[in-house]
């Protein structure tokens, strides 16, 4: 099984499964019912013994809570991430109103979770079927996140730093990725012991992609977000907290990665 293969089968998968639609169950209102939430997903390939991974470790990275790709599966060869940018409708309906998100955007965010799960598992059959073990981390029973670890805000596996190693993107100031599709969407990751040909990253530091123009910090309704001090976990946090009180069980914001250079491309690079 070729790279090529693996994203020719996810595409057509994310283009055609009715979890990329919502369902007039789900939907909040009747005319969100066959709202689409992603557009083609992008791919990158890394090796799963990439020093990177060992980094992640380090107290400030992440933590020595963090497992890396062969404690997952100690056959892993390659990590396979993805990055799913969300349409249009999504977005731009999450500019409306600062100070909450929009229906839209928690559809984004809850049914494209589920999304991000399903064609997770959809990759990693695909694998599995042609012979290969392979291991979704944040779907296995092993996961832990928030107050399960004694790091907070942290998890055992962090889709953005595998996005980082893979090459698809850097992080920005409001610590939401970068790619070249932007970063108004969301990533996935699937660990496998199938070896395939890895991508070079385009980019040496970790806010390359970034232009620190600011414009996420302002847009930001609880001001977690400052140029000097990058993002502080807790408000942003107990704002999220907020918006599932009152519209459980969805949640979400997103104000920072709409309305910015950065939501649907890679903005000019800092000089």
């Given at each position: 099984m070729t790279r090529e293969e693996i994203i020719a089968s996810a595409v057509?998968?994310?283009?055609?499964?009715?979890?990329?639609?919502?369902?007039?169950?789900?939907?909040?209102?009747?005319?969100?019912?066959?709202?689409?939430?992603?557009?083609?997903?992008?791919?990158?390939?890394c090796a799963a013994d990439d020093d990177m991974f060992k980094e992640l470790k380090t107290p400030g990275v992440i933590s020595d809570e963090h497992m890396g790709p062969e404690e997952w599966l100690p056959s892993a060869k390659t990590v396979i991430s993805f990055f799913l940018p969300l349409t249009e409708r999504i977005r731009s309906s999450n500019t409306a109103d600062k100070a909450w998100p929009s229906e839209e955007w928690m559809h984004g965010r809850i049914e494209?979770?589920?999304?991000?799960?399903?064609?997770?598992?959809?990759?990693?059959?695909?694998?599995?079927?042609?012979?290969?073990?392979?291991?979704?981390?944040f779907l296995d029973e092993?996961?832990?996140?928030?107050k399960a670890l004694k790091t907070p805000f942290t998890s055992n596996w962090s889709e953005r730093h595998a996005a980082y190693i893979s090459g698809l993107g850097t992080f920005g100031l409001s610590k939401c990725m970068i790619t070249v599709k932007g970063t108004a969407g969301r990533f996935g990751s699937v660990v496998t012991e199938l070896e395939l040909p890895r991508d070079t990253r385009p980019y040496t530091d970790i806010y390359e992609y970034c232009?620190?123009?600011?414009?996420?910090?302002?847009?930001?309704?609880?001001?977690?977000?400052?140029?000097?001090?990058?993002?502080?976990?807790?408000?942003?946090?107990?704002?999220?907290?907020?918006?599932?009180?009152?519209?459980?069980?969805?949640?979400?914001?997103?104000?920072?990665?709409?309305?910015?250079?950065?939501?649907?491309?890679?903005?000019?690079?800092?000089?």
């Open positions: 057509s998968f994310t283009e055609n499964s009715p979890a990329n639609y919502i369902s007039p169950e789900a939907a909040l209102k009747p005319e969100y019912a066959g709202m689409k939430i992603f557009e083609e997903p992008m791919f990158g390939f494209g979770q589920q999304f991000v799960n399903e064609l997770s598992l959809y990759v990693a059959k695909l694998l599995t079927d042609a012979g290969y073990k392979s291991v979704v981390p092993r996961f832990k996140m928030g232009s620190m123009c600011g414009a996420c910090a302002a847009l930001c309704p609880v001001d977690c977000i400052t140029l000097e001090n990058g993002k502080v976990d807790k408000p942003c946090f107990d704002f999220l907290e907020d918006v599932l009180a009152a519209h459980k069980p969805r949640y979400g914001c997103g104000k920072c990665q709409v309305k910015v250079s950065c939501e649907t491309k890679r903005p000019e690079k800092r000089k």
